[in-house]
Structure formats: C-alpha cells, structure tokens
C-alpha cells in the first residue's frame, strides 16, 4: 500500500518516542497531549512516514 520509507535507527527512535509519551498519559503530568505519541508509534511500526513521502525524504536503505 504505501511504500517503505523509514529505516532502522530512525524506526526505533520512532517507537521509543511514541512509547514515552503515551506512557506520559498514565505516569507522570497526565496530560492528554500524550496520545500524540500514537503517531511516531504508528509510523515506526508501519515502516512509512507519509511526510516523508511528501518531501521525498527515504531512511530506509535500498
């Protein structure tokens, strides 16, 4: 459907960051601004970043 766009390192800084700040939801200042950490979960996970696509941008190594 889309195509791989995000490579290795940049994959798991993605997921990390996503998991910290929808940790933030429960721990800590309880903010709902956490949930935002769904997106960097969500492309991390998928492997494709619809921004990069956008920006012709590619992490992945070919």
Same mark, same amino acid.
């Given at each position: 459907?889309?195509?791989? %766009? $995000?490579?290795?390192?940049? =994959?798991? !800084?993605? #997921? $990390?960051l &996503?998991? $910290? +700040? #929808?940790?933030? $939801?429960?721990?800590? /200042?309880? @903010? /709902?601004?956490?949930? #935002?950490?769904?997106?960097p979960?969500?492309? &991390? +996970? !998928? =492997? @494709?970043? /619809? !921004?990069?696509?956008?920006? &012709?941008? %590619? @992490?992945? /190594? =070919?």
């Amino acid at each position: 459907m889309f195509k791989t %766009n $995000v490579g290795g390192i940049d =994959r798991i !800084l993605r #997921i $990390v960051l &996503g998991l $910290v +700040l #929808i940790t933030l $939801v429960f721990v800590g /200042p309880q @903010t /709902p601004l956490g949930w #935002i950490g769904i997106v960097p979960l969500a492309t &991390g +996970l !998928l =492997r @494709t970043c /619809p !921004l990069y696509s956008l920006l &012709g941008m %590619n @992490t992945c /190594p =070919r």
